[in-house]
């Protein structure tokens, strides 16, 4: 004999209980239990894996997911829809900017950045737009915005470490160790922050105290090297505009930090102490 369905097993202990005469409060509690759990299993089948779209929080969350994981054409996609059913608002703004910025469509997300200085989301959007700048290699302009974006909000550890990053590629080398260091204290598990300062502190002679922070944050040793592979093309400290020179080679698309060829790593995972 085949086993019974969920359905029946339970329609068979319900049918039980009332053969038995159970009639008190605990048994119509167990019944009413009953049909909700056939009602979910139901919704379940019809509905495997739909989205919670119809709770504002729920999808605001699922579509900060999909930027987590770089999913950001389809996050375009969600965020109109979220604006059909939710309205807009400076978070919801903020981030389709960052998913235009991601996928290459600057012009576009310069101007929903701009419409966001004024609002709660300020600090995000001159973020963005340094980034946006670094994009073009204005770096001067880049380090203007993250300034504006730090002095907005003072413990964003990835501002910091970008606001550092953009330093040394504008030759401020001196200026770059305040930001760096202060992200890494401020995100120590970060894998982009500790490896812009590692690269900061063995471009300034300090290989011992790279190796250390790397070994500490347990960065994988493919990426140790290839963070003194790119201190060594520049000679170290001797020039000023090493450091610029050495993080060319890094730059990518979606920002400035020190992306290390990260596809030697987990993608956006942070480490655990």
């Known amino acids: 004999m085949s086993a019974c369905h969920p359905f029946h097993r339970l329609a ?7 053969l038995l005469g159970a009639c008190s409060t605990f048994d119509k509690a167990s019944n009413d239990q009953t049909e909700r759990m056939e009602a979910a299993i139901q919704r379940q089948q019809l509905e495997p894996e739909k989205p919670a779209t119809d709770n504002k ?3 605001l969350d699922m579509i900060k997911t999909m930027q987590s994981r770089s999913l950001y054409f389809a996050s375009l996609a969600h965020i109109d829809a979220y604006r059909k059913q939710n309205g807009d608002s400076p978070e919801i703004m903020r981030l389709e900017a960052d998913a235009l910025r991601a996928t290459g469509q600057t012009e576009a997300a310069d101007k929903a950045y701009r419409r966001l200085l004024d609002t709660a989301e300020a600090a995000a959007a001159w973020r963005g737009l340094g980034l946006l700048a670094a994009q073009r290699g204005d770096y001067a ?12 909000d003072p413990i964003n550890a990835t501002a910091l470490s970008d606001l550092g990053y953009a330093l040394l ?11 760096l260091i202060q992200a890494a204290e401020l995100a120590p598990d970060n894998r982009k922050v500790v490896s812009n300062l590692a690269l900061y502190l063995m471009l300034a002679g300090e290989s011992d105290k790279a190796r250390h922070l790397m070994n500490k944050a347990g960065l994988p040793q493919e990426t140790q090297e290839e963070i003194s592979r790119q201190a060594r093309a520049n000679g170290g400290p001797s020039s000023k505009a090493a450091p610029a020179k050495t993080l ?4 990518q698309e979606n920002g400035m930090q020190l992306q290390l060829q990260w596809q030697l790593l987990e993608p956006m995972q942070q480490l655990r102490q």
Not at 12 to 18: E, F, N, R
Not at 141 to 152: C, H
Not at 169 to 179: I, S
């Open 12 to 18: 068979i202990a319900a049918a039980t209980l009332s």
């Open 57 to 59: 929080l729920v999808y």
């Open 141 to 152: 302009a880049a380090v203007t915005a993250l300034q504006e974006s730090t002095r907005r």
């Open 169 to 179: 590629q504008n030759d401020e080398f001196d200026a770059a160790r305040l930001p």
């Open 248 to 251: 060319a080679s890094a730059r």
